[in-house]
């Protein structure tokens, strides 16, 4: 089949295997730390350093991890997938820099980014890669009014109409190492199959979603990407 528009979701399932902590939402802790504390506006409004000092950590963590063969797999599919006049809309859900270190390019962050900062005064966001704390300066309006550019729980993800937009235009839809538990980004599958869109899961076990989706392939993701992308890029995918 020559598919002309695939979006691509993915979650914490494809950095896994690059050292990225898995969000273990079922448990109630990120890292050690509870996720009222470090997720949560009210946890940014109760102890924003305490916050600042979780997403240091996160951030520094990210220098030495590498992406794997599936990050690699989607750079394929956007650089020989545009040869081929096929557009590849990647959306994260993850806030990792493993797309970007991978070549990917035009990634949208649903969810915020750990090399970012969000001034709460001016709204402006850009690129940072130090340690941040209360005092810290925005480059913009100079105020000390910086937190972590990370989509809280009760807060608006990034960019939807942007991705509605994607999800209504596309005719293959994959989402790679995915729970299907958070929303929006759980309902992007059912949204695109009510197009006509294929849809194909990726995971190590069936996600939340299942019924959602007219193929799956379990297993590790740096496996089984890897092998659909090229399949797909030369024509030999069937969805009979």
């Known amino acids: ?7 691509v979701l993915t ?3 494809i950095s896994a295997e690059s050292g990225i902590p898995v969000f273990r939402s079922e448990t109630g802790l990120w890292e050690e730390e509870r996720v009222e504390d470090v997720c949560f506006p009210a946890a940014l409004r109760k102890n924003p350093q305490k916050v600042h ?9 990210l220098k030495d991890k590498k992406p794997n063969a599936a990050h690699l797999a989607l750079t394929k599919l956007q650089v020989e997938g545009q040869k081929q006049g096929k557009k590849v ?12 270190k991978a070549g990917s390019t035009d990634i949208i962050h649903m969810h915020g980014e750990l090399n970012s900062i969000l001034c709460t005064s001016c709204f402006r966001r850009y690129p940072y890669f130090e340690d941040s704390s209360l005092n810290s300066v925005c480059k913009f309006c100079g105020k000390e009014t910086l937190r972590p550019d990370i989509v809280f729980f009760e807060e608006m993800p990034y960019q939807l109409n942007k991705i509605g937009k994607a999800l209504n235009e596309c005719d293959l839809f994959l989402a790679i190492g995915t729970s299907g538990v958070v929303y929006p980004a759980a309902g992007f599958a059912q949204a695109a199959r009510q197009v006509g869109a294929c849809t194909v899961e990726f ?8 019924s959602s989706f007219t193929k799956a392939y379990y297993g590790k993701a740096s496996e089984t990407v890897p092998k659909f992308v090229d399949e797909l890029l030369e024509g030999k995918l069937s969805f009979n």
């Open 203 to 210: 995971n190590l076990t069936p996600s939340a979603v299942r």
């Open 89 to 100: 809309t990647l959306v994260t859900q993850n806030v990792d820099d493993l797309h970007e």
């Open 53 to 61: 000092d979780f997403y240091n950590k996160l951030r520094s963590n």
């Open 1 to 7: 089949m020559d598919f002309k528009h695939i979006v």
């Open 11 to 13: 979650g914490a399932g």
